[in-house]
């Protein structure tokens, strides 16, 4: 018995699992394949009602433009005759009923189908109707006025609208004065109809907006059962007709015309054509042999592979969007931008309208990183990204490259002065001061701009343009913009040509200081000596220092040029005890964490009288971190070194550099003393000048004397001390020392017109 029944409930045993098996696998894959097809029949059928959606919408898109088409051929047809010389003649100067009735009314009725045509005086009366083939009596005319006259009120300007009428080719939705011409759609006396005016020409060439009273030529053409036959033969529309309700049979469609007022002007209606049902009709026997095949083995794999296009899709988007925007402040980076300035190119050179880059360099942001930290210098940053973005347009692109450059893509075309506002704008955006962290931190920005046209070359040479047209925006003085010229491509080679040789000059020791005699009220007797940089190139002789500070500065050399400078300088001035040695502080330098040690360690290694040594401090040295810089200076003056702010009144010249940084010195700049005998504001502002230096304790000295006038007015207002041609050039330390022992021999002399002017 066991013997018997052992296989036989092995067997079952073994029927019952495959079973289990077998329906744990079909029955999903039996609701796979069911949801396929459902999906994909409900998928052809949503296709097909598309299909007749989208047939629709272009039949009722082609009658549309059938109808502005019908309205502007009308316009056109009775423009033909109102803008003529002879209807300025024959009805403007002097109305001529015959000529009215032959060349206008008959002609536009015979040649042209116009079913009315009418002409109005500049009072508006009707001085000449056709309607049909005769003229119009009063009755019609009170009974058509109404539905006329809007169409007068809107050519004579009385109106900026037609709400009971259509306007055809509207380009400005609210003109206002005369119009020229106009068309619209309207009913006239129960019937749709093109309704065309224009204005008749006058020999004075009267704007529309001036030309009030001219006469106006008014022509009516019926949409009748011909109008539409004609237009449902052009554009294949199927017993396409007028309707006086919307009970049409099931299947067709009804196109309402009606007026801005909701006045209805016609109802037409045509039965559209189907693709759908064609559509259904063709696909359904391949899907059905098709889902036979491929069901079984879709429905294995689809729900895998789903979700592993999904995570790969998802994956890719997550990593394209990495790699193409900076992670600190969420912006497009470079590679983004070079991809999006590749694309705008080729756009600008399939005849799109111009654009342009503007390449924007933040100023004095690494002195942000270097004394106030990264975590500060990042906020910024983020500070900077939300001005930008809402400074700039909607279409307009802005990336971050790295550091503190930022770029911009505009469709703001070629035009150099709308760029320069725009320019302008994030210059001034960007200016505005920041507070983060509780710091109050001021910054600067140069913009370099590169327009692009259909003679541009790639994205490369685009920017190189933008970066050589920021590299001028920061020689001329940051906080500004420059758009490249061709110019720019010799200046940028030439200046780092000679950045090469600056560098070299430093390191060799090519470099020398000459002093300028810095005198007493009186200028017989010398007080003190301002170190001054020159530098006599091998080949191309005596080079500006205007020229070579402005290349140092925006390389980074200004650091190393401005240490050698005050170690010479300090070496120099212990030949003269009785002399102070003033020496100008770049922004750069000052802004440095490590002044102060480079100033004390330099005092102590050539065992200069820091009593003696006056830093000239330009009022830009102050911008960007009021607090930061208010440490560095009392650091100096802990020292026993003193402070001289330079170029006073050609900044910002705030009260508040005056009253919170100390201070022993004021220098006036140049400017306003070659002008005091010349403009009465440059003398008040010296005098004021002065004043305000006594008040907070502060010496003045007066630069770029040159005359006994001008002498004698500084010495009158009180001036300390001055410096200038006067007094003498700036010379060798040997004719220092010269002066100092024979100090008679150097009495202040007038310098020649000619140098002076």
């Given at each position: 018995?066991?013997?018997?029944?052992?296989?036989?409930?092995?067997?079952?045993?073994?029927?019952?699992?495959?079973?289990?098996?077998?329906?744990?696998?079909?029955?999903?894959?039996?609701?796979?394949?069911?949801?396929?097809?459902?999906?994909?029949?409900?998928?052809?059928?949503?296709?097909?009602?598309?299909?007749?959606?989208?047939?629709?919408?272009?039949?009722?898109?082609?009658?549309?433009?059938?109808?502005?088409?019908?309205?502007?051929?009308?316009?056109?047809?009775?423009?033909?005759?109102?803008?003529?010389?002879?209807?300025?003649?024959?009805?403007?100067?002097?109305?001529?009923?015959?000529?009215?009735?032959?060349?206008?009314?008959?002609?536009?009725?015979?040649?042209?189908?116009?079913?009315?045509?009418?002409?109005?005086?500049?009072?508006?009366?009707?001085?000449?109707?056709?309607?049909?083939?005769?003229?119009?009596?009063?009755?019609?005319?009170?009974?058509?006025?109404?539905?006329?006259?809007?169409?007068?009120?809107?050519?004579?300007?009385?109106?900026?609208?037609?709400?009971?009428?259509?306007?055809?080719?509207?380009?400005?939705?609210?003109?206002?004065?005369?119009?020229?011409?106009?068309?619209?759609?309207?009913?006239?006396?129960?019937?749709?109809?093109?309704?065309?005016?224009?204005?008749?020409?006058?020999?004075?060439?009267?704007?529309?907006?001036?030309?009030?009273?001219?006469?106006?030529?008014?022509?009516?053409?019926?949409?009748?059962?011909?109008?539409?036959?004609?237009?449902?033969?052009?554009?294949?529309?199927?017993?396409?007709?007028?309707?006086?309700?919307?009970?049409?049979?099931?299947?067709?469609?009804?196109?309402?015309?009606?007026?801005?007022?909701?006045?209805?002007?016609?109802?037409?209606?045509?039965?559209?054509?189907?693709?759908?049902?064609?559509?259904?009709?063709?696909?359904?026997?391949?899907?059905?042999?098709?889902?036979?095949?491929?069901?079984?083995?879709?429905?294995?794999?689809?729900?895998?592979?789903?979700?592993?296009?999904?995570?790969?899709?998802?994956?890719?988007?997550?990593?394209?969007?990495?790699?193409?925007?900076?992670?600190?402040?969420?912006?497009?980076?470079?590679?983004?931008?070079?991809?999006?300035?590749?694309?705008?190119?080729?756009?600008?050179?399939?005849?799109?309208?111009?654009?342009?880059?503007?390449?924007?360099?933040?100023?004095?942001?690494?002195?942000?990183?270097?004394?106030?930290?990264?975590?500060?210098?990042?906020?910024?940053?983020?500070?900077?990204?939300?001005?930008?973005?809402?400074?700039?347009?909607?279409?307009?692109?802005?990336?971050?490259?790295?550091?503190?450059?930022?770029?911009?893509?505009?469709?703001?075309?070629?035009?150099?002065?709308?760029?320069?506002?725009?320019?302008?704008?994030?210059?001034?955006?960007?200016?505005?001061?920041?507070?983060?962290?509780?710091?109050?931190?001021?910054?600067?920005?140069?913009?370099g701009i590169a327009l692009i046209d259909r003679d541009s070359g790639g994205a490369?040479?685009?920017?190189?343009?933008?970066?050589?047209?920021?590299?001028?925006?920061?020689?001329?003085?940051?906080?500004?913009?420059?758009?490249?010229?061709?110019?720019?491509?010799?200046?940028?080679?030439?200046?780092?040509?000679?950045?090469?040789?600056?560098?070299?000059?430093?390191?060799?020791?090519?470099?020398?200081?000459?002093?300028?005699?810095?005198?007493?009220?009186?200028?017989?007797?010398?007080?003190?000596?301002?170190?001054?940089?020159?530098?006599?190139?091998?080949?191309?002789?005596?080079?500006?220092?205007?020229?070579?500070?402005?290349?140092?500065?925006?390389?980074?050399?200004?650091?190393?040029?401005?240490?050698?400078?005050?170690?010479?300088?300090?070496?120099?001035?212990?030949?003269?005890?009785?002399?102070?040695?003033?020496?100008?502080?770049?922004?750069?330098?000052?802004?440095?964490?490590?002044?102060?040690?480079?100033v004390e360690r330099t005092l102590h290694e050539t065992g200069f009288d820091p009593?003696?040594?006056?830093?000239?401090?330009?009022?830009?040295?102050?911008?960007?971190?009021?607090?930061?810089?208010?440490?560095?200076?009392?650091?100096?003056?802990?020292?026993?070194?003193?402070?001289?702010?330079?170029?006073?009144?050609?900044?910002?010249?705030?009260?508040?550099?005056?009253?919170?940084?100390?201070?022993?010195?004021?220098?006036?700049?140049?400017?306003?003393?070659?002008?005091?005998?010349?403009?009465?504001?440059?003398?008040?502002?010296?005098?004021?000048?002065?004043?305000?230096?006594?008040?907070?304790?502060?010496?003045?000295?007066?630069?770029?004397?040159?005359?006994?006038?001008?002498?004698?007015?500084?010495?009158?207002?009180?001036?300390?001390?001055?410096?200038?041609?006067?007094?003498?050039?700036?010379?060798?330390?040997?004719?220092?020392?010269?002066?100092?022992?024979?100090?008679?021999?150097?009495?202040?002399?007038?310098?020649?017109?000619?140098?002076?002017?």
């Amino acid at each position: 018995m066991s013997f018997v029944t052992g296989p036989h409930a092995s067997g079952q045993q073994r029927y019952t699992h495959w079973d289990r098996a077998r329906l744990s696998v079909v029955v999903p894959i039996g609701v796979i394949v069911a949801v396929a097809i459902v999906c994909i029949v409900v998928a052809v059928l949503s296709s097909a009602q598309r299909a007749d959606e989208v047939a629709i919408d272009h039949e009722n898109q082609l009658l549309s433009g059938a109808l502005a088409n019908y309205g502007t051929r009308v316009l056109r047809e009775i423009d033909s005759v109102a803008s003529s010389q002879s209807a300025t003649q024959n009805i403007r100067r002097k109305f001529d009923p015959l000529w009215a009735d032959e060349r206008a009314g008959v002609w536009l009725a015979a040649y042209f189908k116009h079913d009315y045509i009418l002409v109005f005086d500049g009072q508006d009366n009707p001085v000449y109707s056709l309607i049909g083939h005769h003229a119009a009596d009063k009755a019609w005319f009170a009974k058509a006025r109404p539905e006329l006259i809007e169409l007068l009120d809107f050519m004579r300007g009385r109106s900026t609208t037609m709400p009971g009428a259509i306007r055809l080719g509207q380009s400005v939705p609210a003109e206002t004065g005369a119009r020229n011409n106009a068309v619209a759609l309207r009913s006239i006396l129960g019937q749709p109809a093109a309704v065309a005016t224009v204005a008749v020409a006058s020999d004075a060439g009267l704007s529309p907006a001036a030309d009030i009273a001219a006469p106006i030529m008014l022509s009516v053409k019926f949409i009748n059962a011909d109008v539409l036959a004609s237009i449902a033969t052009q554009l294949g529309l199927v017993n396409l007709r007028a309707i006086d309700d919307d009970a049409v049979p099931p299947g067709d469609f009804v196109y309402r015309l009606t007026a801005p007022n909701g006045e209805r002007i016609a109802h037409f209606a045509w039965t559209p054509k189907q693709p759908g049902a064609e559509i259904v009709q063709s696909v359904v026997p391949f899907i059905a042999v098709a889902l036979a095949g491929f069901a079984l083995l879709a429905a294995f794999v689809l729900r895998y592979m789903r979700r592993t296009a999904v995570a790969i899709v998802a994956g890719e988007t997550r990593l394209r969007y990495l790699a193409m925007h900076d992670p600190l402040c969420g912006l497009p980076n470079r590679i983004f931008f070079g991809e999006r300035l590749e694309a705008v190119i080729d756009e600008v050179h399939s005849s799109k309208s111009p654009a342009a880059v503007l390449y924007i360099d933040l100023d004095h942001f690494k002195d942000v990183n270097d004394t106030l930290g990264h975590p500060v210098g990042d906020e910024l940053i983020r500070n900077v990204t939300l001005r930008l973005s809402s400074t700039l347009r909607g279409g307009d692109l802005v990336a971050r490259l790295g550091g503190d450059e930022f770029a911009v893509i505009s469709a703001i075309g070629n035009d150099t002065t709308k760029t320069m506002v725009l320019a302008q704008r994030i210059i001034t955006a960007i200016c505005a001061p920041y507070n983060i962290g509780g710091q109050n931190i001021v910054i600067g920005a140069s913009i370099g701009i590169a327009l692009i046209d259909r003679d541009s070359g790639g994205a490369a040479d685009i920017m190189r343009y933008a970066d050589m047209a920021l590299y001028r925006a920061k020689n001329e003085g940051r906080n500004r913009a420059c758009v490249y010229d061709a110019a720019m491509d010799a200046d940028l080679s030439k200046r780092k040509l000679l950045e090469g040789d600056l560098r070299q000059a430093i390191e060799e020791g090519q470099l020398r200081l000459m002093y300028q005699p810095i005198v007493n009220k009186s200028g017989d007797t010398m007080m003190g000596v301002e170190a001054l940089c020159r530098w006599n190139h091998p080949t191309r002789g005596e080079i500006s220092p205007v020229e070579f500070i402005a290349i140092a500065e925006h390389s980074g050399l200004i650091v190393e040029l401005g240490a050698w400078v005050l170690r010479q300088a300090l070496i120099d001035g212990k030949a003269w005890p009785s002399l102070t040695v003033a020496v100008n502080v770049s922004p750069l330098q000052f802004r440095r964490a490590d002044f102060a040690e480079l100033v004390e360690r330099t005092l102590h290694e050539t065992g200069f009288d820091p009593s003696r040594l006056e830093l000239e401090l330009t009022e830009t040295v102050l911008l960007g971190n009021i607090d930061t810089a208010e440490a560095g200076m009392l650091r100096l003056k802990a020292l026993g070194v003193r402070l001289a702010l330079d170029d006073f009144g050609t900044g910002y010249s705030s009260l508040l550099y005056l009253r919170r940084f100390p201070f022993d010195k004021l220098k006036i700049d140049r400017s306003f003393v070659l002008s005091i005998e010349k403009a009465a504001d440059a003398a008040a502002i010296v005098h004021a000048v002065v004043s305000l230096g006594r008040g907070l304790g502060m010496k003045v000295t007066a630069e770029g004397v040159e005359t006994a006038d001008q002498h004698l007015f500084l010495r009158a207002a009180g001036v300390h001390f001055m410096q200038g041609y006067r007094f003498g050039k700036a010379t060798t330390p040997a004719e220092i020392s010269a002066r100092l022992r024979a100090p008679a021999d150097y009495l202040p002399h007038d310098v020649p017109a000619a140098i002076a002017g």
